[in-house]
């Protein structure tokens, strides 16, 4: 929304400074932002007399602050005058009244007004003169009012910290807005060394730190602040930041050791209430005490029986290992390998798979590319055997920021959803990345569990964010266990049990082997025999209406969705050839009937939404229903109906194959059109529904299944039969298509 007043700094911006040397013009829009923001700080270091301009406020624009000493009505100086503007214009940009609206060259009632104004949010004396951390904290988009999901708890502390620390050279105005972030993080980290009189104190949990908090003063009930010691209220602060409310008085009660209690329960931590060094590092740095064994690992090393072997007798319990390797020159191999599941699992330990290719950068993260992932892991997952319901961690391996977060992983989730439930909702989501990655997927509902890379301590993902609810592993830290052939370097997880893993597979091999892609060298082949078998038939020879396309059509759109097709049935546990027969008959049968049904059904779609229009308007006559009525048709590449889709969508939901979604209304024309228009108009869809209806069909005539890949031919006849209906028609249907499934299966048997 436009600010007039923004507005009017952005023009005086413009009008002023354009032309000096360092300084580029800005877009006038009427709102503020970090454009504004940095236009303000080079114009301030222009008046200054800096001549090399930059963004940020540094330690020149500071000095030369400091030099002046604190502006007020009386400052002095030969730029004043444009000094008092840019100060003013901050203050409109933050969202103060700093001048009545306008930009006078002078220090009016006003601009004190808004700086006291300023300074109360911000928690420091309202002295009504502006010092350098002021004009900072002015110029740059902190907010210091409670914003989004801030807690007016966190912001009590901010407001504390700001007051208490104002004078200390190391500290800079932190935000008041309720929400720990980075900034907020250092400032607390700085807080806890000048209390610990640690030397060489930066903001950083280093090795210095550690020692001075692992040898610090109990924090425990009856403990209180008193002199200059504020140990206790930065304990108390501490548990703030991360979402529970201790009191904030210097006094450490029995209600904060409660919440001491639950956050060392959340975190797996010795359970004291009290303060110590491990609950003091999870409490300031994402990956705690890194020097804590967990009882899960994961590595890109392959666990031999000895390997095995030692991480069973150092306590692991579960190990994380790679569906695929990543393709190209130099990359490492890091799968699991052949046999390695059994030596692990004889050992006693269980498994949590990670899929992950590249996934180093933004641009590898898109929605398209996100179902492609799905694909393939579910694809490798199902050729190792892994169970219905297995957690696969898609991985977020590089420090994603918002933005990152906001345009690129959280739409490659929803296309990695979107393929797990076309694929029938084999196995679940997890998250690998940032805390801030795995709580923003979480809160999506895009991942049931995340794997926190909370040893990567320095990324932006992992500082000022709390550890997620849904947290199954917390990566650590990097250590080698065992020796010799035992050796093995793997990722320290603290393992929450949320996800237990796998403690077994089922293999599919020999006859049961699961189907792979296609072989391009054979479709010639394949054509062929399609078209010399369509040519024998006697009972749909001729056609009653010219199809469209023909086989050489009907194999070109198969064998472009093959890797569809091989990974529903991998998904599925079927035979690639079940979906292949029923999808290319039914594609290569289309014909202008079909094209006229899906007219008709459009229509009526068409009029029921006009009628709806005008019954809430009736103006004028209302719309004439079209003739025939026509609710529904087969439809798309598979020509099905929406409500035969509805049903099985029901029956799958009901036998936990499909454990996302809603169960749908063939009585409800929102769902029979949603469903309708889904099957018309988008292929992976239809292609998706064809293994739930065949599953469903099989269900209703006593077939077992699924997982199956030993369909007797009976079984198999009697499952096509389904698919079509009942009776002679559906006889005579099954009889043609049995051959398409022969034709198709005589190929993927040779190739698996």
């Given at each position: 929304?436009?600010?007039?007043?923004?507005?009017?700094?952005?023009?005086?911006?413009?009008?002023?400074?354009?032309?000096?040397?360092?300084?580029?013009?800005?877009?006038?829009?009427?709102?503020?932002?970090?454009?504004?923001?940095?236009?303000?700080?080079?114009?301030?270091?222009?008046?200054?007399?800096?001549?090399?301009?930059?963004?940020?406020?540094?330690?020149?624009?500071?000095?030369?602050?400091?030099?002046?000493?604190?502006?007020?009505?009386?400052?002095?100086?030969?730029?004043?005058?444009?000094?008092?503007?840019?100060?003013?214009?901050?203050?409109?940009?933050?969202?103060?009244?700093?001048?009545?609206?306008?930009?006078?060259?002078?220090?009016?009632?006003?601009?004190?007004?808004?700086?006291?104004?300023?300074?109360?949010?911000?928690?420091?004396?309202?002295?009504?003169?502006?010092?350098?951390?002021?004009?900072?904290?002015?110029?740059?988009?902190?907010?210091?009012?409670?914003?989004?999901?801030?807690?007016s708890a966190i912001r009590q502390v901010q407001q504390w910290?700001?007051?208490?620390?104002?004078?200390?050279?190391?500290?800079?105005?932190?935000?008041?807005?309720?929400?720990?972030?980075?900034?907020?993080?250092?400032?607390?980290?700085?807080?806890?060394?000048?209390?610990?009189?640690?030397?060489?104190?930066?903001?950083?949990?280093?090795?210095?730190?550690?020692?001075?908090?692992?040898?610090?003063?109990?924090?425990?009930?009856?403990?209180?602040?008193?002199?200059?010691?504020?140990?206790?209220?930065?304990?108390?602060?501490?548990?703030?930041?991360?979402?529970?409310?201790?009191?904030?008085?210097?006094?450490?009660?029995?209600?904060?050791?409660?919440?001491?209690?639950?956050?060392?329960?959340?975190?797996?931590?010795?359970?004291?209430?009290?303060?110590?060094?491990?609950?003091?590092?999870?409490?300031?740095?994402?990956?705690?005490?890194?020097?804590?064994?967990?009882?899960?690992?994961?590595?890109?090393?392959?666990?031999?029986?000895?390997?095995?072997?030692?991480?069973?007798?150092?306590?692991?319990?579960?190990v994380g290992r790679y569906l695929t390797n990543v393709s190209?020159?130099?990359?490492?191999?890091?799968?699991?390998?052949?046999?390695?599941?059994?030596?692990?699992?004889?050992a006693g330990l269980r498994i949590f798979p990670i899929y992950?290719?590249?996934?180093?950068?933004?641009?590898?993260?898109?929605?398209?590319?996100?179902?492609?992932?799905?694909?393939?892991?579910?694809?490798?997952?199902?050729?190792?055997?892994?169970?219905?319901?297995?957690?696969?961690?898609?991985?977020?391996?590089?420090?994603?920021?918002?933005?990152?977060?906001?345009?690129?992983?959280?739409?490659?989730?929803?296309?990695?959803?979107?393929?797990?439930?076309?694929?029938?909702?084999?196995?679940?989501?997890?998250?690998?990345?940032?805390?801030?990655?795995?709580?923003?997927?979480?809160?999506?509902?895009?991942?049931?569990?995340?794997?926190?890379?909370?040893?990567?301590?320095?990324?932006?993902?992992?500082?000022?964010?709390?550890?997620?609810?849904?947290?199954?592993?917390?990566?650590?830290?990097?250590?080698?266990?065992?020796?010799?052939?035992?050796?093995?370097?793997?990722?320290?997880?603290?393992?929450?049990?949320?996800?237990?893993?796998?403690?077994?597979?089922?293999?599919?091999?020999?006859?049961?082997?699961?189907?792979?892609?296609?072989?391009?060298?054979?479709?010639?082949?394949?054509?062929?025999?399609?078209?010399?078998?369509?040519?024998?038939?006697?009972?749909?020879?001729?056609?009653?209406?010219?199809?469209?396309?023909?086989?050489?059509?009907?194999?070109?759109?198969?064998?472009?969705?093959?890797?569809?097709?091989?990974?529903?049935?991998?998904?599925?546990?079927?035979?690639?050839?079940?979906?292949?027969?029923?999808?290319?008959?039914?594609?290569?049968?289309?014909?202008?009937?079909?094209?006229?049904?899906?007219?008709?059904?459009?229509?009526?779609?068409?009029?029921?939404?006009?009628?709806?229009?005008?019954?809430?308007?009736?103006?004028?006559?209302?719309?004439?229903?079209?003739?025939?009525?026509?609710?529904?048709?087969?439809?798309?590449?598979?020509?099905?109906?929406?409500?035969?889709?509805?049903?099985?969508?029901?029956?799958?939901?009901?036998?936990?194959?499909?454990?996302?979604?809603?169960?749908?209304?063939?009585?409800?024309?929102?769902?029979?059109?949603?469903?309708?228009?889904?099957?018309?108009?988008?292929?992976?869809?239809?292609?998706?529904?064809?293994?739930?209806?065949?599953?469903?069909?099989?269900?209703?005539?006593?077939?077992?299944?699924?997982?199956?890949?030993?369909?007797?031919?009976?079984?198999?006849?009697?499952?096509?039969?389904?698919?079509?209906?009942?009776?002679?028609?559906?006889?005579?249907?099954?009889?043609?298509?049995?051959?398409?499934?022969?034709?198709?299966?005589?190929?993927?048997?040779?190739?698996?």
């Open positions: 929304m436009s600010d007039p007043w923004v507005e009017n700094v952005q023009d005086y911006l413009n009008d002023t400074y354009t032309g000096v040397t360092g300084w580029n013009p800005i877009e006038v829009t009427g709102r503020t932002g970090w454009p504004t923001m940095r236009a303000l700080t080079r114009a301030l270091q222009h008046e200054l007399g800096i001549t090399a301009l930059s963004d940020t406020f540094g330690p020149s624009t500071v000095a030369a602050l400091d030099a002046i000493g604190a502006i007020g009505p009386s400052t002095a100086h030969p730029k004043i005058a444009q000094i008092y503007n840019l100060l003013i214009g901050g203050l409109y940009a933050k969202g103060y009244n700093g001048g009545d609206g306008a930009l006078p060259g002078s220090w009016s009632t006003q601009t004190e007004t808004g700086v006291r104004a300023i300074q109360s949010n911000i928690g420091v004396a309202q002295t009504g003169t502006v010092t350098s951390k002021l004009f900072k904290a002015i110029l740059n988009m902190d907010a210091y009012v409670l914003v989004g999901s801030g807690t910290m700001n007051a208490t620390y104002l004078s200390r050279s190391w500290f800079s105005i932190i935000p008041a807005d309720g929400s720990y972030s980075r900034d907020v993080q250092k400032a607390l980290v700085y807080a806890i060394q000048e209390q610990l009189a640690v030397a060489g104190a930066n903001g950083n949990y280093g090795p210095g730190t550690r020692a001075a908090v692992a040898s610090a003063p109990t924090v425990a009930v009856g403990s209180a602040d008193s002199g200059a010691s504020k140990l206790v209220r930065l304990f108390q602060a501490a548990l703030r930041f991360n979402s529970y409310d201790a009191d904030f008085n210097g006094t450490f009660s029995a209600a904060d050791s409660t919440k001491v209690l639950a956050f060392q329960t959340f975190c797996l931590l010795p359970v004291t209430g009290e303060s110590n060094y491990q609950t003091w590092s999870s409490l300031l740095v994402s990956n705690g005490d890194p020097d804590r064994v967990g009882e899960a690992a994961d590595t890109i090393t392959q666990v031999t029986a000895a390997r095995a072997g030692a991480l069973t007798a150092q306590g692991r319990e579960v190209g020159a130099g990359a490492l191999n890091k799968k699991i390998q052949a046999g390695e599941l059994t030596d692990i699992f004889a992950q290719t590249t996934a180093a950068s933004a641009l590898y993260f898109s929605e398209p590319q996100g179902a492609i992932d799905a694909r393939l892991a579910v694809d490798a997952a199902a050729g190792y055997g892994f169970g219905r319901a297995t957690t696969i961690y898609f991985a977020v391996d590089f420090d994603a920021t918002d933005d990152d977060i906001a345009n690129r992983v959280l739409p490659h989730f929803r296309g990695i959803a979107s393929m797990m439930h076309h694929l029938g909702d084999r196995y679940r989501i997890g998250v690998y990345g940032t805390r801030n990655v795995c709580r923003r997927v979480s809160e999506e509902g895009l991942a049931e569990f995340s794997f926190v890379a909370g040893m990567s301590t320095g990324y932006s993902g992992n500082l000022g964010y709390l550890l997620p609810e849904n947290w199954a592993f917390d990566q650590i830290s990097t250590v080698t266990v065992g020796s010799g052939a035992s050796s093995i370097e793997i990722d320290n997880n603290i393992y929450s049990g949320r996800d237990a893993g796998q403690s077994s597979v089922t293999a599919p091999t020999g006859a049961a082997a699961l189907d792979v892609g296609w072989d391009p060298t054979l479709t010639s082949a394949l054509e062929s025999d399609l078209q010399d078998y369509v040519d024998s038939l006697t009972e749909y020879d001729p056609p009653i209406l010219p199809t469209y396309g023909g086989i050489p059509a009907t194999v070109t759109a198969i064998l472009y969705n093959d890797a569809l097709v091989t990974s529903l049935a991998r998904a599925w546990g079927i035979r690639k050839a079940l979906i292949q027969a029923v999808a290319a008959w039914e594609y290569w049968r289309r014909n202008i009937a079909d094209t006229a049904s899906d007219t008709a059904v459009r229509n009526w779609y068409q009029y029921l939404e006009e009628l709806e229009i005008w019954q809430q308007n009736p103006i004028g006559p209302p719309p004439v229903a079209p003739i025939p009525v026509t609710e529904d048709s087969s439809t798309g590449f598979a020509q099905i109906f929406a409500a035969t889709a509805i049903a099985a969508h029901n029956w799958a939901l009901a036998n936990n194959f499909l454990t996302s979604g809603d169960a749908l209304n063939t009585d409800s024309p929102t769902d029979m059109w949603q469903v309708w228009s889904s099957l018309a108009d988008d292929v992976e869809y239809n292609l998706s529904a064809v293994p739930q209806v065949l599953m469903w069909g099989a269900d209703d005539v006593g077939v077992s299944g699924p997982p199956r890949t030993n369909y007797t031919s009976t079984e198999i006849f009697d499952i096509i039969r389904r698919y079509n209906g009942s009776g002679s028609e559906a006889e005579r249907y099954a009889r043609a298509v049995v051959g398409f499934y022969d034709i198709f299966e005589g190929y993927n048997a040779g190739l698996r």
